[in-house]
């Protein structure tokens, strides 16, 4: 399997709901030394997780960082997400995404930021109301 291209489309983000899936997915990003990103269903819910454990060499600016944790952050507070998740530095864990659509987004749009460009996960947080 090809890795996932940087901006990486929604619709690419591997499903790695269950141990063997996760495994498999997370084995896959090792071996190219990539980032890892999946969602993973869990009841009615999905889970985002991404690592940079994966990729050896790679590393994110500060100013990405700090985009990153400002977007979960932004997330927690209007209530996508629940407030244990994690942003943070080497993994990322955004708990509690109600839809599928939306846990691919949030998940296409944070692999698109570790690889260097935040604009997209900027674009995906929700509106003042």
Same mark, same amino acid.
């Given at each position: 399997?090809? +890795? %996932?291209?940087? +901006?990486? +489309? ?15 997915? !997370? ?13 993973? &269903? ?13 990729? &050896? ?7 990405? !960082? ?8 932004? %997330? ?5 997400? *629940? ?7 080497? !993994? ?8 599928? &659509? *939306?846990?691919?987004? %949030?998940?296409? =749009? %944070?692999?698109? =930021?570790? !690889?260097?460009?935040?604009? +997209? ?7 003042? &109301?």
């Amino acid at each position: 399997m090809q +890795p %996932l291209p940087a +901006p990486c +489309p929604a619709d690419l983000i591997p499903d790695a709901t269950g141990m063997a899936a996760f495994k498999a997915a !997370y084995r896959q990003a090792k071996q190219q030394d990539a980032v890892f990103v999946a969602i993973e &269903s869990l009841g009615e819910h999905w889970t985002v997780k991404a690592d940079m454990i994966t990729a &050896s060499q790679h590393a994110v600016a500060d100013s990405v !960082y700090d985009a990153i944790q400002a977007a979960v952050i932004q %997330l927690i507070r209007a209530g996508e997400i *629940r407030s244990d998740s994690f942003a943070g530095p080497a !993994y990322f864990v955004l708990h509690d995404v109600a839809e599928e &659509s *939306r846990a691919r987004e %949030l998940a296409a =749009a %944070l692999h698109t =930021a570790l !690889y260097g460009n935040p604009a +997209p996960l900027a674009l995906t947080m929700p509106t003042a &109301s």
